[in-house]
Structure formats: C-alpha cells, structure tokens
C-alpha cells in the first residue's frame, strides 16, 4: 500500500507521546498515513508552519485552536481540533526560598489541596505573584487564572501571568524573574532536579480533567481530506488505546527518551508516565492521582463544553463578545469528525457533544452509543459547575 | 528622524549575526535598528524601545514572549502582530522558510515592511545556508575518522597497509550495496564490543 505523507509537528513533552506511538508502533501506518514527526522549538513556530502549510497536522495546546478562531494572537486563523492528545500533565512549581516560606505559613491539610497550598502560597508572596508559563494561550494559563483568581488574587494587580519558554523556565525561577511556573513534564522535573524549584501541586488538583494537548489540523484542511482526518483520528486513537495499558509504560518512556524526540533520561520522563513525581531535589517520589491521562474516560473525546469553557474565559478576559466567542470556539473541536472516524471501526462513544464540567467526583457510566462508556472525574477545586447550556447564551 | 524610517528591534543572541542583520538592515534604508541580545525580560525591553517592526528567528523559543506582547490590551501599548500579507502570502510563506518571523504594529503599510522583510529573509537564507553548510561538512569529518579508524583496525589485524585497509573496506562496501562509512562504522562497533 502507498502511504500517504503527513508532516506532523510536535514540542518535545511527555504529553506528544501519542503522536510518537503512532508513528513507532505502526499505528498510523495501519490507516495508510506515513506520519513525519518534526520536533519545532515554540508554539507560535508550530502554528505558522501549519498556518502555511509546512506542517499538515500538529501537537496544540488545547486553547490555543479556541482562541485563534475568535480573532487573538499574532497570527489568527481556523484551526480545528481533531481529537484530544492528553488530560492534565501540568505541574506547578515554586522557587525555594518561595517553598519555605510557604512551608513556615504551612500548608492547611484539611481542605482540598489546591485551596491549601494556593492560600499558604498567597501568604508566603511579597508583592505580586509573577508566575511563569509556557504560551499566553494555553490551560497552563487558564488553569492559574481560575485557582488564584477564585482564592482572592485580582489579575494583573497581585498576578502577573508572563510567558517563559519551558526550556528557560529553571534559569528563569534561579534568576528571580519569575516566583512560580506552571508547566507541562518534563521541565517542572528538570528545575526540581537542578534545585531551581520545588513542585508544590499538579494541574490536575485544579481542574481534573483538563484537557491539555489536541491534534490540530487547518479548518479548510480538514474539509478537503476529510477521509485523511478521519484516518488521522483513528491512529491517534489507537495509539491512546496502547497508551493506555499499564505494561507499556517503560517503553514509552524509552521511546520517547530517543534523541529525535526528548532526548532525555527515560528515568525522568518515567516520572510523569507513572504518575510519581519527585516533587523536591533528592526527595522521594510522590504518587499524584489522576496526573496525565491519554485515553481512560473519554480522554480522546474534544467535548464542546471544554471549548466553550474556555472561549468564555477568554471571552471575559479580552471583553469580546461572549456569544460570538462561544459559536465559533466550539465548532474548532470536531466532535463530528471524531464520531464519524470511530463509529466506523465499532469504537464506543459518547452520545453527547457537551457535558456540564465539573459535576463528577467519581468515575460514572454515561450514556453511549454502545453503553460501555464512563466518564472520570473532573471537578473544579472549588466545587463549581460548569454548564454550557445555562452560561452559553444567558445575556 | 524622517518619517519613513522604521523603529526595528532584531532579537539575536549571536552577535555577529546580529551585525550582519544590522548591515542588511541599513542597506534596505536609513532605520534605526536596535539589537535584542539577552531575552531575559524581553516583553519588558520591547516595551521600552517600542519598535514599529520586531525581527526574530522562527526558532528562537522566545517567539512565545512575543505572543504576549501581540496580547497588549492597554490604549499605551502597541499591539503587535505577526507581518501576514494576504494579498501576498508567497512573501510570509518565504519568510518562514527562510526562518524569520516579523511582528508589526497594528497600521503599519505593507510598502513601508516589505523592503525590511526582504532584506531580512535575503540575509537569513544565507544563514540557512551557512548552516546546512556547516553541518555537511561536520558530518563529513565525523565519516572521515570512523574510517581512519576502520582502516586502523584493519592495518592492526591483518597487517595491511593503509591503500589496502582502505581497498578492503571499499570493497566489502560495493559487494554488500553499502556506504563505505556504513561498513567503517559496523566495523569499528564490532571492535568497540569485542573490546
């Protein structure tokens, strides 16, 4: 069989795993695609390359399709996201001297540990927080915004959210220009383990079940070779099936350990892979529930109510309009082609496009086209709802 | 200043590229080019100088920073977008093969950048070049001493001269369809192995 040629580009974290399976162990070889990895060295080189047709297909963070059809950014056009690549994987990390102050003001154990340890790092901050992240647009963003802002922090008075690329972020947190970050593995490891940084909670305490990494491919691309989009998407899935199993763990991790894709020690990569972080230099390493996952609960699934939840974010940050926001945020996750791609090969799927956020503590079965579908939890720290259908189109 | 002279910000750590970007720069019209050689608080710098055009390698990771500044929501601040003609998209599909990216500010007429973009994108082709280049020739030293190495090997085991070392790799390369480094490096592997 010809292959088909995809160019794909990807950032070098844990979270392209998916990508990379597909590729090593034939998984997009299976649906005709010869899938070419290119590592690229920031977001906004990922979006231009497929904004201009360099790359065909891309690692994205999950915001970033949303925000680019609402018109923000310095390049800005239809991208849709085909499928989701990962949940949650982030990592929030402090500076040390930052660390024992916390500790001294001591973090309270009985409540919900990103109330905790967000209220003790209020207390230990002098003057504004300056934390670092990745990308302006990006869930590492969103999900600082939505812990400090609802524990009191007022946004840019007592929080100044910049962006530091994830390679600089240890030299950033060492050299005082940040007192905090927010970002994906391997580089939250990588400052604790040159003693830049102490990890002080993961993403996943904030919001549960974020979605974090999408595949994303331009609109009009997606119209044109729909049959190529689809095929796409199945790879991608079944390389989240692979994922998914517990015995495939270390070879992911060596894998991605290859000089073409981190090139780092698979011992660190490991780290985030099985959920035990070490969250201070030479400590122990801590079990962190829930830390990444890329295909349990539906993770592939691109629900609307994750894009309308974050157009609508955006949406009250930039004072654009909501409902317009809204509109065009959800039609950039392509439940539609995701269903068509796997109700072919008999893969169950959720019969909904949008679910309410945030209503699950425990892992529930839902309403599927099979009904053999569950969904994991997925609260805010705060215990808030999130429901599309009553915040969508209220004026 | 004259009206038609541009305010340009080039973030490049290497100085001598830099100044081979500044040249370039002043031979496309009197501009005032000032150089970004430390990212550290770039959003901030930029500020500061606020240049009407900010050039930077696409694989510079501090294009994220940029991104930030492209947010700027205050009336004070300029905000900045990445230079995409859409009436000629050939140009900004040059620009990104040739591994530059320019920010503009919001107004700034496509007449008044494409002057500065194209001595841009001229000058950093010849970076591209330069480095495809160098690392032709870095693979070409790295293949020549795995096979003075083999050749070694070869002299050593089976007391050949050096024309003979040499023939017996060229040849065992031909009858097996392989690139002689191929065959130097299989070789050299082998000994590394078998100590």
Redesign the interface.
Same mark, same amino acid.
């Given at each position: 069989m010809n292959l088909h040629r995809i160019d794909c580009g990807f950032v070098p974290l844990v979270d392209c795993a998916p990508l990379v399976v597909a590729r090593e162990l034939g998984f997009a070889a299976e649906e005709g695609i010869d899938l070419h990895l290119h590592p690229q060295p920031s977001w906004s080189a990922i979006r231009d390359k497929l904004l201009f047709g360099e790359l065909q297909a891309a690692h994205m963070l999950s915001v970033l399709p949303v925000v680019m059809s609402m018109g923000l950014g310095a390049a800005t056009d239809r991208i849709d996201a085909l499928t989701v690549l990962s949940v949650n994987g982030d990592v929030i990390g402090v500076a040390p001297d930052l660390a024992d102050r916390m500790h001294q003001v001591g973090v309270d154990r009985n409540t919900d540990p990103a109330t905790g340890v967000g209220r003790a790092l209020i207390a230990a901050a002098s003057g504004p927080l300056r934390v670092g992240v990745p990308f302006p647009f990006s869930m590492h963003a969103e999900l600082l915004y939505y812990w400090l802002s609802s524990l009191g922090l007022e946004a840019p008075r007592d929080l100044n959210v910049r962006t530091v690329p994830p390679s600089n972020m240890a030299e950033a947190i060492a050299a005082g220009e940040v007192d905090a970050f927010c970002v994906g593995e391997p580089w939250g490891s990588v400052a604790v383990d040159k003693g830049a940084a102490e990890i002080v909670l993961p993403g996943s305490a904030i919001w549960q079940f974020a979605p974090e990494k999408v595949l994303a491919v331009r609109h009009d691309w997606a119209e044109a070779e729909r049959p190529m989009a689809l095929r796409l998407i199945r790879a991608m899935w079944r390389a989240a099936r692979w994922l998914g199993e517990a015995e495939n763990r270390l070879t992911v991790s060596d894998l991605l350990a290859q000089p073409e894709y981190l090139g780092r020690p698979s011992e660190l990569i490991d780290r985030a892979l099985s959920g035990r972080l070490v969250l201070a230099k030479n400590g122990r390493p801590t079990r962190l529930r829930n830390f990444v996952e890329f295909y349990d609960c539906a993770a592939t699934f691109p629900w609307r109510s994750q894009a309308h939840w974050i157009a609508s974010r955006w949406a009250a940050r930039t004072g654009a309009d909501r409902e317009e926001a809204v509109a065009v945020g959800r039609a950039a996750f392509r439940t539609d082609l995701y269903r068509a791609a796997l109700q072919d090969i008999g893969v169950d799927v959720p019969g909904a496009s949008e679910k309410v956020e945030g209503a699950l503590s425990v892992r529930t079965e839902v309403a599927s086209a099979k009904g053999e579908m569950f969904l994991g939890p997925d609260r805010f720290f705060d215990g808030k709802v999130f429901d599309p259908a009553e915040t969508g189109t209220r004026h | 200043m004259n009206e038609a002279n541009l305010r340009i910000a080039v973030v490049e750590a290497d100085r001598d590229r830099a100044l081979m970007i500044v040249d370039s720069l002043r031979d496309a019209g009197a501009h005032d080019v000032t150089v970004i050689g430390d $990212?550290?608080?770039l $959003?901030r710098r930029l500020e500061d100088i606020s240049p009407d055009v900010v050039l930077i390698e696409?694989?510079?990771?501090?294009?994220? =920073? @940029?991104?930030?500044v492209? @947010?700027a !929501?205050a009336p004070t601040e300029r905000p =900045?977008?990445?230079f =995409?003609d859409k009436s000629d !998209?050939q140009m900004?599909?040059a620009a990104?093969?040739a591994g530059v !990216?320019a920010?503009v500010v919001d107004g700034l007429r496509k007449e008044r950048i494409k002057p500065v973009l194209d001595a841009a994108i001229v000058r950093f082709q010849l970076f591209a070049r330069m480095r495809v280049e160098l690392e032709t020739t870095k693979a070409a030293l790295a293949e020549r001493k795995v096979i003075d190495r083999a050749k070694g090997l070869l002299m050593k085991a089976r007391g050949l001269s050096e024309e003979e070392a040499y023939a017996l790799l060229r040849k065992t390369a031909m009858d097996q369809s392989r690139k002689v480094s191929d065959v130097a490096h299989a070789l050299v592997t082998a000994a590394d192995l078998l100590g």
């Open positions: - | $990212a550290t608080g $959003a696409i694989s510079n990771p501090n294009r994220d =920073v @940029l991104e930030e492209a @947010l !929501s =900045v977008a990445m =995409v !998209s900004t599909r990104i093969e !990216s920010y």
